[in-house]
C-alpha cells in the first residue's frame, strides 16, 4: 500500500496571514494539534501547538508570568502563522510505501506533507494509520447484513464513500448517505452503524433530520486568514 492511498486530500490549513486567536480557536474547534501554512498557494510549514506554546514562553513574555505586570496584548494580536511555522522535520511522497513509512510516521509529532513535484497534495497523520486499520476491520464486519461477496464489495466501497462525504462536510444525514450512494435507507444506516461501532463516525438521531452521521474531529479544507470568518 502507497501514502496516496490513505492520506488525507482535503485538510485544514492557515494562511500566512492568519492571525494568533483564529488560529488557537481553530486548532481547538477543529481538534487538531497542528496545520500546514500556505502563502499564496506556496508551502511555509508547519504550525502546531508546540509553536504556540514556545511563543508563550516567560523567553517571549517575561510579564505574563509576573504578577501584576501588563501583558503585551496588541503584540500577541498582531502576531501571523508565518511567524509561528517551521519547516517539517520530513515530508512523505504519494508513491511511498506505507510498510517502508511506519517508522518516520509513527515518530512523528504533528502532521506530516504528502509532496509531489514540489506541491502539497495531502497530509497524514498518525491516526489516519489506525483509521485504516479500523476501516479494514469494519469492511469485514457484515455478520448483521446478508450479502453476497460481490455486494459487501459494492458496500464496502459505500463504506469509503460514506467517510469521504463526512469528512469533507461534517455532519450528514443517513437519508442523503442514502440518496446519493443508490443504497436503501436501512442499508445505509447499518453501515453507518458499523462505521460507528468501529469508533470511525458518530452517530446520533435527531427528532427532525432523523440518523445524522458526524465526523470525529476531522475538518474539511479550511482556509484560515485574518479576514475568515470560518
Not at 488525507?8 to 497542528?34: C, E, H, N, P, W
Request: net charge neutral; charged share 30%; proline share 4%.
Amino acid at each position: 500500500m502507497k501514502v496516496k492511498e490513505i492520506m488525507r486530500k482535503d485538510f485544514v490549513y492557515f494562511q500566512a496571514d492568519a492571525k494568533m486567536d483564529f488560529i488557537v480557536r481553530t486548532l481547538a474547534q477543529k481538534g487538531i494539534s497542528s496545520a500546514p501554512v500556505f502563502d499564496r498557494g506556496e508551502f511555509l510549514g508547519i504550525l502546531g501547538e508546540k509553536d504556540l506554546l514556545r511563543y508563550f514562553s516567560p523567553a517571549h513574555f517575561p510579564f505574563l508570568w509576573i504578577k501584576d505586570k501588563p501583558s503585551p496584548i496588541e503584540k500577541m494580536k498582531s502576531v501571523t502563522a508565518s511567524d509561528l511555522c517551521h519547516k517539517p522535520a520530513f515530508v512523505l511522497k504519494p508513491e511511498d510505501r506505507l510498510d517502508e513509512s511506519l517508522s518516520k510516521i509513527a515518530s512523528a509529532t504533528e502532521c506530516i506533507p504528502v509532496i509531489d513535484d514540489g506541491k502539497v497534495v495531502g497530509l497524514l497523520r498518525s491516526e489516519d494509520i489506525l483509521n485504516f486499520f479500523l476501516m479494514e476491520l469494519a469492511k469485514g464486519d457484515f455478520s448483521s447484513i446478508k450479502a453476497s461477496e460481490e455486494d459487501s464489495q459494492k458496500m464496502g466501497s459505500a463504506m469509503d464513500e460514506i467517510l469521504r462525504i463526512v469528512r469533507k462536510e461534517n455532519e450528514v444525514s443517513v437519508k442523503r448517505i442514502s440518496s446519493e450512494l443508490g443504497l436503501s435507507f436501512k442499508t445505509a444506516e447499518k453501515l453507518c452503524e458499523i462505521l460507528a461501532r468501529h469508533h470511525l463516525i458518530e452517530m446520533h438521531y435527531s427528532l427532525l433530520k432523523g440518523p445524522l452521521i458526524s465526523a470525529l474531529g476531522i475538518g474539511p479544507i479550511v482556509k484560515a486568514s485574518e479576514n475568515s470568518k470560518k
